[in-house]
């Protein structure tokens, strides 16, 4: 599976002028990179998710797969028209993964515009990203994993067979916010808790020291705890998980 690690990724590539002058205000900004966004970059996230189970009658996917089974796009990415990023959507190819050649600099940020004289950076993904963020296109909200998931056919601008992995029905969508995550926000990777095979991402134990606040989103509404609550709720999921009968 790809990982993405920022601080790698740009090192052997060449800057625009505009990617140039972020990095200048950045070295001379006197705050300090705390890799904490504002709540109402979460409380935004949490809105487009509810709009779109309001369309769709379901949550999005946690993550869309070729028949393979390799990853090709992050409900990050599914949820985007819900953000007002439409033409960053309609950018996108979903016939081919969110790193593949088609997609690569959107992933980057480097896709010109029309008479652009330098590469611009998309800003469709700055409500995953940490003010201050020297990882320029590092999310800091990834979605919890629990349970069983659901395997259906996802039919959504999409020309090839894709199969949607998403929540266990009638469940909550969960969304932590962690400093310093190491997944480019549309990296279809997040984190779970080990009580199944798929998907392989890290258990959520090794980001718990990180977590900052989550929001539970359910079909009656939403819920922020802070770090203490976050942890306590993440305990008794986990145990209920672990304590439930085989289905």
């Known amino acids: 599976m790809n990982r993405y690690a920022p601080s790698n990724d740009w090192s052997h590539k060449?800057?625009?002028?505009?990617?140039i002058s972020v990095l200048l205000m950045l070295a001379a900004c006197s705050c300090s990179y705390d890799g904490v966004s504002d709540q109402v970059e979460l409380e935004t996230i949490a809105t487009s998710i509810s709009n779109y189970?309001?369309?769709y009658h379901d949550f999005p996917p946690i993550v869309v797969t070729d028949v393979n089974g390799q990853p090709l796009h992050s409900w990050r990415v599914l949820i985007l028209p819900m953000m007002g990023a439409n033409a960053f959507y309609s950018e996108y190819d979903f016939d081919s993964a969110w790193n593949s050649d088609k997609n690569v600099d959107l992933r980057d940020g480097t896709?010109?515009?029309?008479?652009?004289?330098?590469?611009?950076?998309?800003?469709?993904?700055r409500n995953y990203l940490a003010r201050e963020s020297p990882h320029m296109l590092e999310t800091i909200f990834v979605a919890l994993t629990y349970g069983p998931l659901r395997e259906e056919t996802y039919q959504q601008g999409n020309?090839?067979?894709?199969?949607?992995?998403?929540l266990p029905a009638?469940?909550?969508?969960?969304?932590?916010?962690?400093?310093?995550?190491g997944i480019h926000w549309?990296?279809?990777?997040?984190v779970k808790m080990n009580l199944s095979s798929f998907p392989d991402w890290n258990d959520v134990s090794e980001v718990r020291e990180r977590i900052i606040r989550s929001v539970e989103i359910s079909q009656s509404g939403r819920q922020i705890r802070e770090h203490d609550e976050t942890l306590a709720f993440l305990d008794s999921l986990r145990e209920r998980y672990l304590t439930a009968p085989p289905p």
């Open 14 to 19: 060449p800057l625009g002028g505009l990617a």
């Open 53 to 55: 189970r309001r369309t």
């Open 111 to 125: 896709r010109r515009s029309d008479n652009a004289e330098n590469p611009i950076p998309s800003s469709a993904g």
């Open 159 to 166: 020309k090839t067979p894709e199969t949607g992995h998403y």
């Open 170 to 181: 009638g469940e909550p969508f969960v969304i932590l916010e962690i400093k310093v995550s």
């Open 186 to 190: 549309m990296e279809p990777r997040d």
